[in-house]
């Protein structure tokens, strides 16, 4: 545990890294600054962790190394080893992850993030004295218990919560919102009884109060984000995101580390304003998305019907001969382009097509993809300039001056039914315009389907549609073949 009475460098350092970790918010706020952020967040983290073993070390008074004889010593080994096995781990992980599995990653870590909420809450609660947080008469502080009941109750949630957020966005459960019966008025009840036991805990600290609110806090994770379906699921991530942030902030009282305060809170409120920024974008409202999809529709899903209606197939050789014609392409990348890996073929194809004088832009959706920023991270892996590209509300008024409207691995981004059904569970979700384009070119490895939200899209039978059935990394590079021909 760290001490009350720390070392004025100690103060400082902590200070040094919480600095760091805004400089690091502050790069990943564009992809071109986004490596630079990301090398201030770990060069704080090394710090803020550094700072918190040194002060944890047993140096005798008037020394500069550990006493080796000290029973602490040994803790700190076992520490250190533990952080050694972890390191590896991320290490394996983040060198063998494809990033089409980046959004089920980012999900897996949440839940890591709110299990060690409640395993560190637990020890603080079976151990107090270890943790420093008793009085006089043994009892655990009243505050110090709120902090810990918070902590749980958050971690909890972030944790089951994050476990259906994999779940869905791994294919291991329907992407469609599930709804149960009295949803919104079992997830009241369940909050209100959590909040009304964390208080009652800090006049009894018996194990069946923080026990109750540990397993009411799993439970409404799981009941919040089972009515949440495919279309929103970014949001959730984001709100996971500042659900764990809050989490860690909770337990850093806990354990009076400054470090943990700070980066919890960073990562709480930049989670929080994330989601809200991404609802306002998708015209959805923040407190219904928290909330558990209050108001989403059951229909749509993965059992949505397919229409059966004509449509016409285009070839690699027509969208090489068109977009080359062109004055102006616009790209639209989605989560097929992800699983094909095609975006540096795609960086190909765009070379090709600026050399014989067309203006070509992408268009990013704020949902494309699993997570915020996932098609941007593809982009930039593949090299594609960050000036040609482009938010939605910037780029959707140019569809009507395109000549081509080239969508890739997209479908729920540019459905028009977001604008014109009611009763489509993406209804009120702003899209691309790309029907006002003149010519549209749409990638989909087959007319069977419906996209992740379950919604068949009328752009598939529009007059100026050309299907390019076939996997998008194949498909163009035939496309590029053609070009080079």
Known sequence: ????????????????????????????????????????GMIGMGIA?????????????????????????????????????????????????????????????HSLVGLAAVLVGWAAYLNPEAFGIVDADSFIN??????????????????????IAFAKLNGNMSGAPIMLPARHLINLATLLAILGLTAYFMTDQAIWVIGTVTVLAFLIGFLLIIPIGGADMPVVVSMLNSYSGWAAAAMGFTLHNTAMII????????????????????????????????????????????????????????????????????????????VAQAQHVLREMSDLLKEEGVRVKYAIHPVAGRMPGHMNVLLAEANVPYDEVFELEDINGEFAQTDVAFI?????????????DKGSPIYGMPVFDVEKAKTIFFIKRSMSGVGYAGVDNEVFYMDQTMMLLSDAKKMVEQIVKALQD
């Open 1 to 40: 545990m760290e001490h009350a009475g720390l070392p004025a460098w100690a103060l400082i350092a902590y200070l040094v890294s919480g600095v760091l970790f805004i400089f690091a918010l502050r790069g990943l706020s564009s992809p071109a600054t986004s490596r630079s952020g990301n090398r201030f």
């Open 49 to 109: 962790v550094l700072t918190t073993l040194l002060t944890q070390a047993p140096i005798p008074e008037g020394g500069w190394l550990p006493d080796p004889t000290s029973q602490d010593l040994v803790v700190l080994g076992k520490i250190l080893a533990a952080i050694a096995l972890g390191a590896v781990i991320g290490l394996t992980t983040a060198r063998r992850i494809a990033m089409t599995a980046m959004p089920q990653l980012v999900a897996a870590f």
């Open 142 to 163: 009243p505050v110090s218990r709120l902090e810990m009941g918070l902590g749980i109750a958050i971690g909890a949630i972030t944790f089951s919560g994050s476990v």
């Open 263 to 338: 980066t919890g809170a960073l990562v709480g409120a930049s989670g929080a304003i994330l989601s809200y920024i991404m609802c306002k974008a998708m015209n959805r409202s923040f407190i219904s998305v928290i909330a558990g999809g209050f108001g989403a529709d059951s229909g749509g899903g993965d059992g949505a019907e397919k229409i059966d209606r004509p449509w016409k197939a285009g070839s690699a050789e027509d969208a090489a001969f068109l977009m080359k014609e062109a004055e102006q392409v616009i790209i639209i990348p989605g989560y097929g382009m992800a």
């Open 408 to 420: 890739i691995g997209a479908n729920d981004v540019v459905n028009p039914a977001a604008k014109t």
